[in-house]
């Protein structure tokens, strides 16, 4: 009997719904008390927004969450309370900056109703990804469609009369009034080409190669996909000043590279490839040498733009360990302080504990895709899990790394915190697209029939 | 494929370790230093909003720097009642420029953040009190102080006093002055305006000309060089030297004549009593070139030379110069060629040797207390070095009581009180006038106050700048107010 309970076990999926709607109601109670807490420390009294606020985040996220359970019922239960957490948290932290101003009698347009829309248009497209595409699989038709409007997507921003430069970088489209980052959107368009080119590609590109010092090294001419990658990603930095994105493209080609063909010498080469490049940025480019510089020592080059950093940082040592206290910072001394820098933000009002522990949310998010992506039966929804889970690693890497020194500052948004709608909404995008993949992925193959005892004892006999 | 998708996990994991760690970095462990840099708007507005602590001075506490309620944007606003009198010694508290002085080396009992002030902190969270900041007690003297100001007003020049058996500043005036309240307003505009225009100022009103400036001490210096002679033994105040007219220096076509022109009392010859008496360069240029330089640093040194003093206000240290030549000795032995000194160096000159030969360390904050005058912390006069024996001090005692009995510094006598001086005249370029020193005690028997005082420009006719004419009056008016004679 023993050898049955070890070598055969019938794991009856659950769904674990409930368990998602018991942390959805811790999310948006998190959220609202951070609120609440604001309301409470700023203005003296629990704010008259407090109500629509709450039923805002409130029946979002129970919309989201009933979506789910007729649609995707085997859909990962984590993955949609962290977003609704740290959406809820970001809107609290953009309300409070607004407080700020207003208190400080800044004239500006309060920010936080602007992203509660966005909020509403992000969970939209999420019911309308989670409701159109019943299948990931299907994307995969889509492959050279997907790298084509990714590759107009990134472009965008370079046509004339369409492109605006804001802060230095030209990543912003506008039109009819409405202004958008293309790029957030090209980001999961070429999820999805690479994925669907990787299938296709990856016999050729794991087997045909040469050994050399020990490595499996690709042939020549397979090198061509990882070369248009790099100089598309040069070109981004180039052409739009874009050194997050730049980065973000090319880190995810190369993570789907080597998950596909499973060949360290494709890092390798990547990161050399990635060396020159930044070399050659930081040797050709005054914008990219200025970042660097006002990163190796932002009080030296408060004139040439370590302003933001230094104030940034000012921000997070003032917040230390425990912080000051939500309502009792003053993140808006540090510029973009609701946007590039809201994590500086969090830091001071909710100390290094605060920002610890929206990391390990994202951490989680990462995790729970990784996690999609183990579980996944075809290469496709692996590769496409794979890459924005880590698409999201590194955009929350870039961006925080930045605003708290680690690495040079970028612009690039923390995803579901950061005010902007276009983040918002294609933050809401990816998440309904790792939830559809992991519900096919936890989904029992055939409908979970009940285990006879007969069909145990036959494999057991076996 | 499962693999690589393993490590990928991993890969993310170490990306966010590394934000973790590098954020602990910032916030746990450079919280402090970033907290403590210039211009930190979170740091500075805060401190805005303390109830910041007076300093003040004399017995009855007056007030030179305290925090008014304040109805703008911030909630005290930092006034100096003193105006320039006290300038120099508090600092200006600036929203826009920082902190200087006292408000700047004493910044964490002012605004009630130092660590011995924990436990009050505590209570008053408790009990609801609004945190309040310590009262930083000075040592001045308020009116010497005023004296000095009054003797200095309308020249350029500074005067320091000093307490010889404890080293507590009486004194320290420098002017021009300016008015701190000027920068510690709340309105930038006119904060950023007033300190271009005390920086574009040439007569430098925001220099503090007592400790922070550096002269030829000129003659006041005779008395390091007598210092040393009569240290090495090999001398009397009664030994003849050499006083001829004009020096010769050797190894160069340079001469060092004597301030008249003429020898010293009639003489080639002069004892070292008459040579101080009659501040004769020749008999002292002679003197340190038998010395030797090292003789001249060591004695030098001894007095306090070489070393930062006051660090409350960040005093620059005095200089001999280094390795000078024979004919470089024997002008740095009458306080010229490259001998630097502030005001205060030259105060403590006066000091060792009225302290028996004892220079004590000076200090300018005598105690800090509560709001409730509990002390908190009180400095202890501390020795420095014994400069020269009390023999020895006793003969340069003797010796510079003569000098203001019967030489240069008659200017100085008080009546019914032995005073006890040397007055310098220093060039520096033929181009602008000499500086004017006075460096006294009194009184000579018990000292109770030492004095220096130095008049850069007193905007008279060159013919007329002597020590003795211009700067010995100032001193004795201030030791006159320390001794409650006026």
Redesign the interface.
């Known amino acids: 009997m023993s050898i049955a309970s070890t070598s055969v076990i019938q794991v009856i999926p659950r769904t674990r719904r409930g368990v998602e709607l018991f942390l959805l109601i811790i999310a948006v109670a998190v959220a609202v008390g951070a609120y609440i807490n604001i309301g409470i420390t700023v203005q003296g009294k629990i704010p008259a927004s407090t109500g629509y606020y709450a039923a805002g985040i409130g029946v979002l996220a129970l919309v989201a969450h009933i979506t789910l359970r007729y649609k995707a019922p085997y859909a990962d239960p984590v993955l949609l309370p962290c977003a609704v957490l740290l959406n809820g948290l970001g809107l609290a932290m953009i309300h409070r900056i607004d407080l700020a101003y207003l208190v400080r009698g800044i004239e500006r347009s309060a920010a936080a109703p602007q992203q509660i829309t966005w909020t509403a248009v992000g969970v939209m497209l999420f019911l309308g990804v989670i409701l159109l595409i019943r299948d990931h699989r299907r994307l995969q038709a889509l492959t050279y469609t997907a790298g084509l409007a990714g590759l107009i997507l990134l472009i965008l921003p370079l046509v004339p009369v369409l492109g605006v430069e804001l802060k230095g970088a030209r990543i912003w489209v506008s039109l009819f009034g409405l202004s958008f980052q293309p790029g957030e959107f090209a980001k999961v368009c070429l999820v999805i080409f690479f994925a669907g080119y990787l299938v296709v590609k990856r016999d050729v590109l794991t087997l045909a190669g040469h050994r050399f010092l020990g490595l499996d090294l690709p042939r020549a001419r397979d090198l061509g996909p990882i070369l248009v990658a790099w100089a598309c990603s040069l070109g981004v930095l180039v052409f739009e000043k874009d050194l997050g994105t730049s980065l973000l493209f090319f880190g995810l080609f190369l993570t789907l590279l080597y998950v596909s063909t499973e060949r360290i010498g494709w890092i390798l080469i990547g990161g050399m490839l990635f060396a020159v490049g930044a070399w050659f940025a930081y040797a050709t480019f005054g914008h990219v040498r200025v970042r660097v510089n006002t990163w190796l020592d932002p009080f030296g080059n408060i004139d040439l733009g370590g302003f933001q950093l230094v104030t940034a940082l000012y921000g997070q040592g003032w917040g230390g360990i425990l912080g000051r206290g939500l309502g009792e910072g003053r993140p808006e001394l540090t510029p973009v302080s609701q946007s590039d820098f809201i994590m500086s933000s969090f830091a001071e009002e909710l100390g290094l504990t605060g920002l610890i522990a929206l990391i390990l949310v994202y951490t989680l998010i990462v995790e729970r895709g990784m996690r999609t992506a183990l579980g996944c039966r075809d290469i496709f929804g692996k590769l496409v899990a794979v890459g924005l889970a880590m698409s999201f690693a590194v955009q929350v890497f870039v961006v925080v790394g930045g605003v708290t020194g680690l690495i040079p500052l970028t612009g690039l948004t923390t995803p579901f915190m950061s005010l902007g709608g276009t983040s918002l909404v294609a933050n809401w995008a990816i998440i309904a697209l790792l939830l559809r993949i992991s519900d096919q992925a936890r989904r029992p193959q055939t409908p979970a029939a009940p285990v006879s005892d007969e069909t145990i004892a036959l494999a057991v006999q076996r | ?6 490590r ?2 991993v890969a ?2 170490i ?2 370790l ?3 760690a ?3 970095y ?3 462990f ?6 403590a ?1 210039n211009g ?4 500075t ?1 805060s401190q805005f909003s303390v109830n910041r602590g007076p300093i003040t001075v004399g017995n009855g506490n007056t007030p030179i720097a305290e925090s008014k309620p304040s109805d703008d944007r911030y909630e005290y606003q930092r006034t100096y009642p003193g105006r320039g009198d006290y300038a120099h010694l508090t600092g200006y508290y600036s929203f826009v420029f920082g902190r200087s002085a006292i408000e700047q080396s004493q910044n964490a009992a002012l605004n009630g953040s130092d660590p011995s002030m924990a436990f009050r902190r505590v209570m008053d969270v408790v009990t609801n009190k609004r945190q309040r900041g310590a009262t930083v007690k000075l040592t001045i003297n308020p009116s010497a102080q005023a004296a000095a100001i009054s003797g200095l007003k309308g020249k350029k020049g500074a005067v320091v006093a000093i307490d010889p058996k404890t080293g507590r500043i009486l004194a320290s005036v420098s002017l021009p002055s300016y008015d701190p309240n000027r920068l510690a307003g709340h309105d930038v505009k006119t904060v950023q305006e007033a300190w271009e225009q005390l920086n574009a100022d040439k007569d430098k009103p925001m220099l503090n000309r007592a400790e922070r400036e550096l002269y030829p001490p000129g003659s006041t210096f005779k008395l390091v060089t007598a210092a040393a002679a009569l240290s090495s033994g090999k001398y009397t105040p009664e030994s003849q030297v050499d006083s001829p007219a004009v020096l010769n220096l050797p190894q160069t076509t340079a001469t060092l004549p004597n301030q008249n022109g003429q020898n010293c009392g009639g003489s080639n010859r002069a004892t070292i009593l008459v040579a101080l008496r009659k501040s004769c360069n020749t008999a002292f240029g002679v003197l340190g070139m038998e010395l030797g330089a090292e003789a001249l640093r060591e004695q030098a040194e001894k007095f306090g030379f070489g070393e930062r003093h006051l660090p409350e206000i960040g005093a620059v240290a005095s200089r001999f110069p280094d390795d000078p030549n024979a004919p470089q000795v024997a002008q740095s032995a009458i306080g010229q060629f490259d001998v630097r000194s502030t005001p205060l160096q030259m105060a403590m000159v006066a000091a060792g040797i009225a302290n028996k030969g004892e220079v004590m360390k000076p200090y300018l904050v005598s105690e800090i207390t509560t709001e409730g005058l509990k002390k908190i912390s009180e400095t202890k006069p501390e020795s420095l070095h014994q400069a020269v024996t009390p023999e020895v001090a006793e003969q340069l005692n003797r010796m510079m009581v003569d000098v203001v009995a019967n030489g240069t510094g008659q200017p100085a006598r008080i009546d019914g009180v032995e005073v006890a001086g040397k007055t310098g005249t220093a060039q520096t370029s033929p181009e602008r006038p000499p500086y004017a020193w006075f460096v006294s005690y009194a009184p000579a028997s018990d000292p109770q106050v030492a004095v220096a005082v130095v008049v850069e420009d007193a905007g008279v006719r060159r013919d007329d700048i002597s020590g003795g004419q211009l700067a010995a009056p100032i001193a004795k008016d201030v030791m006159e107010a320390v001794l409650n004679r006026r």
């Open positions: 494929m499962n693999k690589a998708i393993r990928m996990a993310a994991i990306l966010m590394a934000l973790m590098n954020s602990t910032i916030q746990a450079r919280a402090e230093e970033l907290n840099k930190n708007r979170r740091v507005d």
